[in-house]
């Protein structure tokens, strides 16, 4: 009878040899277990929240004293203090107004400008200007003279034309002060005589 074991001896015997474990170490460790459960508990903010007598789940900030240093990319704005302006599609209108603006001490003879180095801008903005109903009969500008586009303004001016006419004029009788029909027409003065 001693050889023989009932099925649950067996088993034990086979747990015990492949688990590497004896009751010894059973014992010992349940002894560390019961030792461990005796000792004060450290709870954290986030399980005294939830042991709470509400036992409302909020959001706590965390802080983290890592910082991660994002890197920057070029962004297409000139920045908060410029209240986030961003940088226009050049399209050929505007290009064409800019290339005016930098041209404009050619518009106007009597207006002199200080700066002759200007360069487009790399963040800028296109608007409408809306006058108020104070400058209805002081500086309105009327329907006839105003335009999409700085261009279209410019052509619509009046003073602005009389202007270029004349230049254009004195231009062309100056380049063609030289040529054959000039020639013909001085010789044709001096035959009278």
Do not use: C
Not at 17 to 43: C, V
Not at 96 to 115: E, G, N, V
Not at 128 to 145: A, C, K, L, P, V
Not at 153 to 181: C, H, P, V, W
Request: glycine residues 4%; positive net charge; proline residues 4%.
């Amino acid at each position: 009878m001693s050889q023989e074991k009932s099925l649950d001896d067996l088993f034990l015997e086979l747990r015990q040899a492949t688990s590497g474990e004896t009751t010894e170490e059973k014992d010992e460790f349940r002894k560390i277990q019961n030792q461990l459960s005796k000792l004060p508990k450290l709870q954290s903010a986030l399980e005294q929240q939830e042991e709470g007598p509400t036992k409302t789940r909020d959001i706590t900030k965390i802080n983290d004293p890592i910082v991660i240093k994002h890197t920057k990319k070029e962004d297409d704005s000139a920045g908060a203090n410029w209240f986030g302006l961003s940088r226009p599609e050049l399209t050929p209108q505007i290009k064409r107004d800019l290339a005016i603006i930098q041209q404009r001490s050619a518009l106007d003879p009597k207006r002199h400008y200080k700066k002759e180095k200007w360069q487009i801008p790399k963040y800028f903005a296109t608007g409408t200007i809306i006058q108020g109903n104070t400058e209805f009969y002081s500086s309105r500008m009327s329907r006839r003279s105003r335009g999409q586009t700085l261009a279209e303004e410019i052509l619509n001016d009046g003073d602005a034309n009389k202007f270029f006419k004349r230049k254009y004029a004195e231009i062309q009788q100056q380049k063609t002060s030289g040529r054959k029909a000039h020639y013909k027409a001085v010789k044709e003065r001096r035959k009278r005589y």
